[in-house]
């Protein structure tokens, strides 16, 4: 507006794509903040979890594909419907997806895992990239954590993902954690202690 730069497409397209930067890290920052005080409002109902990962899959193949990277499932038996808000429950596996489609090298595999442990439900996200290196599993979770510190936050998000993810799933009575798998590559694991009466 002042004239110091010129009024083109070039400029204008630059200061759009900062200003939804900076709109997504503050939508961010909110949800999180709410998140961690418990004062995000969850709206429980019977959801099929196997149906929701299926759903949250389908979103990402496109971009699975372009990387030629196998996105896959691997459930186990019984049935996975459980007391769970669908949107932000699918907000979590969308986000794990996510993150591991843009650390995972083209050619690689992200396989999902679901399965009943005991009373629990357990969803794993797995890939066979490069890990995390041991010393900082600890901060996955942390806010604007992030495992290439090069990056910048127009291709590698926020730097909140993981931390959102990490409330969002303890506010519904769950656990998660994250390893590096013994023939390399990153799990990470979600623990659903939630009862249902629908378990067989």
Not at 103 to 131: F, H, K, Q, R
Not at 171 to 196: F, H, M, V
Request: glycine residues 8%.
């Amino acid at each position: 507006m002042d004239g110091i730069y010129p009024a083109d497409g070039g400029q204008v397209s630059l200061a759009l794509e900062q200003t939804y930067l900076l709109e997504r890290l503050v939508d961010d920052l909110r949800l999180l903040t709410l998140a961690e005080t418990r004062q995000l409002h969850f709206e429980k109902r019977p959801v099929d979890l196997a149906q929701l990962i299926e759903h949250s899959i389908e979103m990402f193949s496109a971009e699975a594909r372009e990387k030629n990277i196998s996105l896959s499932l691997e459930q186990g038996s019984g049935d996975f419907t459980m007391e769970l808000d669908a949107q932000r429950t699918e907000q979590v596996i969308g986000n794990l997806i996510g993150n591991a489609l843009r650390y995972t090298p083209e050619g690689s595999n992200i396989w999902l895992t679901l399965e009943w442990a005991s009373d629990s439900v357990c969803l794993s996200v797995n890939d066979n990239g490069a890990g995390v290196p041991n010393e900082d599993l600890p901060f996955l979770f942390d806010r604007f954590w992030r495992k290439e510190k090069s990056r910048t936050r127009s291709s590698g998000g926020t730097g909140l993902g993981l931390a959102i993810t990490k409330q969002l799933v303890e506010a519904q009575g769950g656990t998660i954690e994250a390893r590096n798998l013994p023939e390399g590559g990153l799990q990470i694991k979600i623990l659903l202690t939630i009862p249902s009466p629908l378990k067989e």
